[in-house]
T-cell receptor, first 117, second 116 residues
Framework: ETGVTQTPRHLVMGMTNKKSLKCEQHLGHNAMYWYKQSAKKPLELMFVYNFKEQTENNSVPSRFSPECPNSSHLFLHLHTLQPEDSALYLC????????????????FGPGTRLTVT | RKEVEQDPGPFNVPEGATVAFNCTYSNSASQSFFWYRQDCRKEPKLLMSVYSSGNEDGRFTAQLNRASQYISLLIRDSKLSDSATYLCVVNASLNSMDTGRRALTFGSGTRLQVQP
């Protein structure tokens, strides 16, 4: 399935590095999301974009910086991360997620498994 | 109270068994409900939406009880390939203008292990 793709699939970075995660959706959706999934924890919503505008920042530290240049692409820029940021980072997309709209199911990419050393 | 609560399991069942999972949610204004399946070290995949009238998809049946604020998933004739973690997913009110909760809230998941 290639509806939502993410690169890289695996990433090891030091605490002083800067890296970016990329997500692309081919489903014609207008909303995109970043989630974090740590071991044995539920998915944690990080950011929501609707029609390229950020509509939610779920109290995420500033060392995570999202970017959404268009409805099909989403980036997560990483800098000066901590070892506790090691996790699976999942991107998802859905149809319109604005207030007043129906809430649609989300489709996930395969994730980027991040290890911070 | 957690927004979405599930029994973490694991549920260990033999092939061919029927197994049921329940999930409770705290926001009475929730309008959309889903079950996702997540295999080990993979992304969650949509299993089925849950409708007010209940719905069935092959061996899977989902039910919604709004009065008690719980949803259920029933799996009949379990297969080895059903072994996975099942995530209960709920969203906030359709009428809410609070943009902060427009995305889905995921439960921690219930792990199912089907044994030969």
């Amino acid at each position: 399935e290639t509806g939502v793709t993410q690169t890289p699939r695996h990433l090891v970075m030091g605490m002083t590095n800067k890296k970016s995660l990329k997500c692309e959706q081919h489903l014609g959706h207008n909303a995109m999301y970043w989630y974090k999934q740590s071991a044995k924890k539920p998915l944690e919503l990080m950011f929501v974009y609707n029609f390229k505008e950020q509509t939610e920042n779920n109290s995420v530290p500033s060392r995570f910086s999202p970017e959404c240049p268009n409805s099909s692409h989403l980036f997560l820029h990483l800098h000066t991360l901590q070892p506790e940021d090691s996790a699976l980072y999942l991107c998802a997309s859905s149809q319109d997620s604005r207030p007043g709209a129906l809430v649609y199911e989300q489709y996930f990419g395969p994730g980027t498994r991040l290890t911070v050393t | 109270r957690k927004e979405v609560e599930q029994d973490p399991g694991p549920f260990n069942v033999p092939e061919g068994a029927t197994v049921a999972f329940n999930c409770t949610y705290s926001n009475s204004a929730s309008q959309s409900f889903f079950w996702y399946r997540q295999d080990c070290r993979k992304e969650p995949k949509l299993l089925m939406s849950v409708y007010s009238s209940g719905n069935e998809d092959g061996r899977f049946t989902a039910q919604l009880n709004r009065a008690s604020q719980y949803i259920s998933l029933l799996i009949r004739d379990s297969k080895l390939s059903d072994s996975a973690t099942y995530l209960c997913v709920v969203n906030a009110s359709l009428n809410s203008m609070d943009t902060g909760r427009r995305a889905l809230t995921f439960g921690s998941g219930t792990r199912l292990q089907v044994q030969p």
